[in-house]
């Protein structure tokens, strides 16, 4: 399952990359995650930070263990995750504009067990729909703190 979408924010990159890349913070302005606890911390690029990030999924708090496996300041970086059975990546990706920034944030999910496959076509448009809700809410929180 592949899902992505995008949002006009009015503010520099620099700006957006500070707020997308403040992880540690980022239950303080992304109303679906309620918890981050950092497992290993980054150096400049990110590429190597993990944590744990706690969200309020469907009703309940479901936990994953996240870590940025590629990064460019100031323009993307991604995450991977591996839980049930399947793997998780995640992408923020900033495109510069005359009169402001482009953020865009991609999802996909590959199931690995039989059973993660199978559950996949099942839930799968159910799930991409509240997957693409999920992103959305995300991308308005993050546009909210880049524009104060």
């Known amino acids: 399952m592949k899902v992505s979408t995008q949002i006009k924010i009015n503010n520099t990159k620099e700006k957006v990359w500070a707020v997308i890349a403040d992880i540690e913070n980022s239950a303080s302005f992304i109303s679906g995650i309620t918890?981050?606890?950092i497992i290993t911390p980054a150096g400049a690029d990110l590429v190597g930070l993990?944590?744990?990030?706690t969200?309020?999924?469907f009703g309940k708090e479901a936990v994953e263990v996240?870590?940025?496996t590629d990064s460019?300041?100031?323009h993307y970086y991604q995450?991977?995750?591996e839980n049930h059975g399947a793997i998780y990546v995640s992408r923020l990706e900033i495109t510069e504009e005359?009169?402001?920034?482009l953020l865009e944030m991609s999802f996909e999910g590959q199931g690995l067990t039989f059973m993660a496959k199978i559950m996949s076509k099942v839930f799968g448009v159910f799930m991409k729909k509240s997957m693409i809700k999920a992103i959305e809410a995300d991308l308005?929180?993050?546009k909210k703190a880049c524009e104060v």
Request: hydrophobic share 35%; no cysteine.
């Open 35 to 37: 918890n981050i606890e």
């Open 50 to 53: 993990k944590w744990k990030e």
């Open 55 to 57: 969200r309020k999924m």
């Open 66 to 68: 996240m870590w940025i």
């Open 72 to 74: 460019q300041k100031y």
């Open 79 to 81: 995450t991977r995750a």
């Open 98 to 101: 005359n009169d402001g920034v």
């Open 140 to 142: 308005q929180d993050i």
